[in-house]
Nanobody
Framework: QVQLVESGGGLVQAGGSLRLSCAASGRTFSSYAMGWFRQAPGKEREFVAAINWNGGSTRYANSVKGRFTISRDNAKNTVSLQMSSLKPEDTAVYYC????????????????????WGQGTQVTVSS
């Protein structure tokens, strides 16, 4: 399995931006499709964005489309989530996930296809 560590969370005002990063170690990073999920207090974990192994295909939740951008750097074993125009409803713990040998990003909206998860990073957006 691959080990994942998220970073970049913090407190930001509404309308601001943050960039989350997820560093991977262990198995070959390019063998994994990657995704970001988030979980707010009292709510279930929800899909945010996913990217295939080479970055050629991405998918976003409707709630973040046009505001968030997922990218990856296979040479550095990292996946990032650039978040702009943040809203208070974006407040959550954000988790990075890895799905081994998954080709279609469409299925990555479902947590059960993921093999590894990071510990999460808190994002708080104040109004």
């Amino acid at each position: 399995q691959v080990q994942l560590v998220e970073s970049g969370g913090g407190l930001v005002q509404a309308g601001g931006s943050l960039r989350l990063s997820c560093a991977a170690s262990g198995r070959t990073f390019s063998s994994y499709a990657m995704g970001w999920f988030r979980q707010a207090p009292g709510k279930e974990r929800e899909f945010v964005a996913a990217i295939n192994w080479n970055g050629g295909s991405t998918r976003y939740a409707n709630s973040v489309k046009g505001r968030f951008t997922i990218s990856r750097d296979n040479a550095k074993n990292t996946v990032s989530l650039q978040m702009s125009s943040l809203k208070p409803e974006d407040t959550a713990v954000y988790y990075c996930g890895a799905a081994y040998s998954v080709q279609a990003v469409d299925i990555m909206i479902t947590p059960r296809f993921y093999d590894s998860w990071g510990q999460g990073t808190q994002v708080t957006v104040s109004s």
